[in-house]
């Protein structure tokens, strides 16, 4: 399929300046795990999710008051959707995340990848250093004692699950109202107020506060950029919006980054 010329362009303007950037930051959200087939939070489609859990809002499960007044239901969804990240594959925009901080990285910059996913597809597609702003659904931890248990020590033979404690598990992830992790939040701050470059790929951009980093950045000079398959908030932000998906758009920006470096290398 032909690409259009204007996406094009902004594909070629964020390679120019990834491949000239000392450090370049990322922020990913649930639509990069959408090729995978791991449902997102706000999009409508039949990838959504099965005929039984297709009739609860996960913007209504996902959340404190949720599990306390039923944390039965609250860790069955939870399970399901372990069950179905088990299954899924990272997809060419997990991969093309990877290659990127290689690339950067081989030729002595920096790069931080932030990410509001759970689903732990960017370690498995190869990145390293992932900084998961939600947490993780790899692990649990005892409401009770604060214990963290990996989740596949966990028989879920019982809804909602215990701990050793007899404490309810719960999934090690952040609701509404409940912090991000201190050292996630440093260490985003500390990236956006640094980078050259901030990217912020396939999430709605309306949940905080992953999503004022970019602005952060930018307005700390850094050059900014989306990709994302729809118009979101973030979009009259940044200085390049490129609306596409991540497993289509990412790969072609890798591909221009390593061919600028041949052109470019030592420019700063
Ligand atoms: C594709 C694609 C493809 C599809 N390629 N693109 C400042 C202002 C206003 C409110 C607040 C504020 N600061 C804090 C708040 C309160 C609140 C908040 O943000 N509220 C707003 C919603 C109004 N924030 C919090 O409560 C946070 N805590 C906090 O700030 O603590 C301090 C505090 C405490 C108390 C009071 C005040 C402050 C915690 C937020 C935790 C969010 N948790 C969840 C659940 C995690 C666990 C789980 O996964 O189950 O995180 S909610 C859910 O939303 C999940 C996601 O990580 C998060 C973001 O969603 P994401 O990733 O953007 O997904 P979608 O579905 O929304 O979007 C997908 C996008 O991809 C779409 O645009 C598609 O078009 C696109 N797409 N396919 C590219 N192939």
């Known amino acids: 399929m032909p690409h259009d010329d204007a996406q094009g362009t902004a594909i070629e303007e964020v390679a120019r300046r990834v491949a000239r950037a000392k450090c370049v930051a990322v922020v990913t959200g649930a639509g990069v795990s959408a090729e995978s087939g791991v449902a997102t939070f706000r999009d409508a489609g039949p990838e959504q999710g099965d005929a039984l859990w297709s009739r609860y809002d996960p913007m209504q ?30 997809n060419p925009g997990h991969v093309a995340l990877a290659e990127l901080q290689r690339v950067v990285e ?7 990848l932030l990410t509001q996913n759970i689903d732990g597809l960017h370690q498995a597609g190869g990145s390293t250093g992932v900084v998961e ?3 993780t659904i790899l692990t649990w931890r005892c409401v009770k004692t604060g214990e963290h248990v990996s989740i596949h020590d966990i028989p879920f033979d019982v809804f909602p699950p215990r701990s050793r404690a007899g404490g309810l598990l719960r999934p090690n992830v952040v609701w509404f109202g409940e912090v991000l992790p201190e050292d996630a939040v440093e260490r985003a701050q ?6 050259d470059v901030f990217l912020t790929i396939g999430t709605s951009g309306v949940v905080y506060p992953a999503a ?7 307005d700390r000079g850094a050059f900014t950029a989306e990709v994302n398959k729809d118009p979101t908030p973030l979009s009259h932000m940044v200085d390049v919006s490129i609306m596409g998906r991540s ?22």
């Open 61 to 90: 499960l996902a959340t404190i008051d949720a599990f306390n007044a039923d944390p039965e239901l609250v860790t069955r969804w939870y399970h399901w959707r372990f069950s179905r990240c088990a299954h899924v594959k990272p």
């Open 106 to 112: 081989s030729r002595g910059g920096e790069f931080v």
């Open 133 to 135: 702003l939600h947490g």
């Open 190 to 195: 500390d990236a956006a107020s640094r980078c």
């Open 212 to 218: 004022s980093f970019v602005q952060f950045a930018g």
């Open 247 to 268: 497993g289509e758009v990412m790969p072609r920006v890798v591909e221009r980054v390593r061919g600028i470096g041949g052109l470019d290398a030592g420019h700063t």
